[in-house]
Nanobody, 118 residues
Framework: QVQLVESGGGVVQAGGSLRLSCSAS????????MAWYRQVPGEQRELVAV???????NYADSVKGRVTISRDAAKNIVYLQMNSLKPEDTAVYYC????????????WGQGTQVTVSS
């Protein structure tokens, strides 16, 4: 019912910036939250930032002050603005949306690679 497409990943030098985008299509009226996760091969996927339907945001301690999550409700797009990037930020970044219904469920995007060189 809902499909996600991420974009904006790439290779940047330490201290640089990237803006990731996630476009949602389908039954977008059921979306109650949108989030960004990241994963390094061999490690668990971790939450980077989340924004609820009410606009409340939360960030991982490792990115606070450097990352901003925002959403365009009219266009069903969520953004992740990343500044002052560090090599430790290198990972595959995934968009995730929470959907309301009979049960709460999540949909994942395909992921976009972010590489930060030292």
């Amino acid at each position: 019912q809902v499909q996600l497409v991420e974009s904006g990943g790439g290779v940047v030098q330490a201290g640089g910036s990237l803006r990731l985008s996630c476009s949602a299509s389908g039954s977008t009226s059921s979306i109650v939250a949108m989030a960004w996760y990241r994963q390094v091969p061999g490690e668990q996927r971790e939450l980077v930032a989340v924004v609820s339907s009410g606009g409340t945001t939360n960030y991982a301690d490792s990115v606070k002050g450097r990352v901003t999550i925002s959403r365009d409700a009219a266009k069903n797009i969520v953004y992740l603005q990343m500044n002052s990037l560090k090599p430790e930020d290198t990972a595959v970044y995934y968009c995730n949306v929470g959907l309301r219904g009979l049960v709460y469920r999540n949909v994942w995007g395909q992921g976009t690679q972010v590489t930060v060189s030292s």
